[in-house]
């Protein structure tokens, strides 16, 4: 006769598993990913007359990317390389040009007045954008946001927006904001 091996007692092991795996939880900390920061503009009133509308246009750019990769800005085709200085065009509007944004005398805590951009950048995309794509213009949108946030720091403070104090970065926010809109993606080979 063999000898019988003893057998092991398991049924603590899925009560030892099940606190293993608890500690584990509670112990571990989770990376969070950030998304990309976006404010939306306010919805426009629908009793708003004709002629506000039309200003209102001239407020906002279309940013699109097609199903091919290709861009538009505004009416414009375009390679992304030269995005970043047409959206800094946009929102500074340097020569208060009337087909670009309005400007409005802004109150800014810690500053004084600022004549703050009403521009408001809209992307959108076809379903088919490629990932690439889509991510080189958003890169090209929120670089020349940066761009132009650096130049008032340096022009204010004497210093890049990221070499600021949190006062100071908060009044560049305020005098330089980031409004990109995006818009769902869109099949445009579809009528």
Do not use: W
């Not at 584990?24 to 990376?31: A, G, N, P, S, Y």
């Amino acid at each position: 006769m063999g000898k019988k091996t003893p057998e092991i007692n398991s049924s603590s092991t899925a009560d030892m598993a099940f606190l293993l795996l608890c500690f584990f939880m509670m112990t571990t900390t989770m990376d969070q990913d950030k998304g990309l920061q976006r404010r939306l503009p306010p919805m426009p009133d629908p009793n708003q007359k004709a002629q506000d509308q039309k200003v209102n246009r001239r407020n906002i750019i279309v940013v699109k990317i097609n199903s091919a990769d290709r861009l538009l800005a505004g009416t414009e085709p375009m390679h992304v390389s030269l995005l970043k200085d047409k959206i800094k065009e946009f929102l500074s509007n340097p020569y208060n040009d009337p087909n670009l944004p309005e400007k409005e005398e802004k109150e800014i805590e810690g500053f004084g007045t600022y004549a703050v951009s009403k521009g408001v950048i809209s992307l959108q995309n076809d379903r088919g954008t490629s990932y690439q794509a889509y991510i080189a213009v958003q890169n090209e949108l929120v670089k020349a946001v940066n761009e132009l946030r650096d130049e008032f720091a340096i022009a204010n403070f004497g210093k890049l927006y990221l070499k600021c104090n949190e006062d100071e970065q908060k009044i560049v926010r305020e005098a330089i904001p980031q409004n990109i809109s995006e818009a769902e993606p869109k099949d445009v080979s579809k009528k």
